[in-house]
């Protein structure tokens, strides 16, 4: 069992920064890659930022060059530093975690959990 505990988020004007985290516990076996995501009302969830155990990322369209997505393995920790936003950038993001082992090189999936989600506003 996995539990995902994000932080940060909250209120901010268009064109200022915010600054998320969230931190995987994984008592075995390792957490793989970790992404962000986020949901505004009326929409579906959708990708933000991913990024590997080795550190390889990917980003939506919308935000790249815009937002910063990292991680601490040794600390199961990933971060999500948010520039430039935008109102359009209003939603719920969460945190979402790989966890499994590797054999051989191949990555074996115990599952795949969520992070309770945090407000992100950005005011016009």
């Known amino acids: 069992q996995v539990q995902l505990v994000e932080s940060g988020g909250g209120l901010v004007q268009a064109g200022g920064s915010l600054s998320l985290s969230c931190t995987a516990s994984a008592s075995t076996f390792i957490i793989n890659a970790m992404g962000w995501y986020r949901q505004a009302p009326g929409k579906e969830r959708e990708l933000v930022a991913t990024i590997s155990s080795g550190g390889s990322t990917n980003y939506t369209d919308s935000v790249k060059g815009r937002f910063t997505i990292s991680r601490d393995n040794a600390k199961n920790t990933v971060y999500l530093q948010m520039n430039s936003l935008k109102p359009e950038d209003t939603a719920v993001y969460y945190c979402?975690?790989?966890?499994?082992?590797?054999?051989?090189?191949?990555?074996?999936?115990?599952?795949?959990?969520w992070g309770q989600g945090t407000q992100v506003t950005v005011s016009s």
């Open positions: 979402n975690a790989d966890h499994g082992y590797y054999v051989g090189g191949r990555f074996f999936r115990l599952g795949n959990y």
